[in-house]
């Protein structure tokens, strides 16, 4: 390629990865948001939180669209081609994030006040914050050109389903003890399987992320911490 063409590809992959980040931030945003209103019992930021998953949907389309018109125009090869097929794999698993976050508020504004328990809310709040840290460096491994960050990601996966699994026999046990709980409980249930799941969607983007970069998929099963039935599954 000449060098005008080399320097138009280089910025229509920036503009690329530069949405991707933007979807990223949202989605972290969206977390933030989705935690506190669930601890504090706020349906408004919950109905934010549901609101914003639109923003993901429009601008996971546009980087389709833009990728499909790049590879057109200047039909990318080797490490190129794989880094705009990666970015929209990428755009996807954060799309799939937002839904899950969205799903959160939808649950905090059909809930009640009602808490079962500080500790259990608590143990929601470490697994988003170790959810968010994962999120946030799989992004900076996107960013950065950093497989070394992605594949610190993908192997610290099992750290939150071992959180997730011991939430979820707490929260067992309260439904058990008190059948006035189960219902506050199920929906916990769900939050925090969401939770996990977001995990799960970051060490695929992890795994994409080092593809990108190395040519070379992350070998070996992923590291799993929790092996109950519940939490049992392969990640989309």
């Known amino acids: 390629m000449t060098n005008h063409t080399v320097k138009a590809f280089d910025e229509e992959l ?4 530069h949405k ?23 349906k408004v930021k919950a109905e934010s939180v549901v609101r914003r998953d639109k923003s993901l949907d429009v601008l996971q389309q546009e980087i389709e669209d833009m990728a499909i018109v ?4 200047r039909q990318p090869m080797a490490q190129d081609l794989r880094h705009v097929m990666g970015t929209v794999r990428i755009a996807g698993d954060i799309e799939r994030i937002g839904d899950l976050f969205k799903n959160i508020g939808k649950r905090v504004r ?8 500080n500790r259990t809310l608590s143990g929601i709040q470490n ?11 799989v992004l ?3 960013s950065q050109n950093r ?8 192997l610290h996966d099992g750290e939150i389903d071992a959180l997730h699994n011991s939430l979820f026999r707490e929260l067992l046990t309260y439904m058990m003890e008190d059948p006035r709980a189960i219902t506050y409980c199920a929906h916990l249930l769900f939050i925090a399987k969401n939770i996990e799941r977001v ?29 109950t039935h519940y939490t049992k599954g392969k990640a989309e």
């Open 147 to 154: 497989p070394d960050l992605a594949r610190e990601v993908w």
């Open 20 to 42: 991707v980040n933007e979807m990223g931030g949202i989605a972290e945003a969206m977390l933030v948001e989705a935690v506190d209103a669930l601890v504090k019992g706020d």
């Open 110 to 117: 059909a809930t009640d006040a009602t808490m079962v328990g």
């Open 70 to 73: 790049l590879i057109a125009k």
């Open 14 to 17: 920036g503009a690329l990865t």
């Open 199 to 227: 995990g799960d969607h970051a060490t695929n983007i992890a795994e994409t992320v080092h593809l990108i970069e190395t040519g070379e998929p992350l070998t070996g099963p992923r590291p799993k911490a929790d092996e």
């Open 140 to 142: 900076d491994s996107f």
């Open 127 to 137: 697994m988003s914050r170790m959810v968010q840290e994962q999120l946030k460096m």
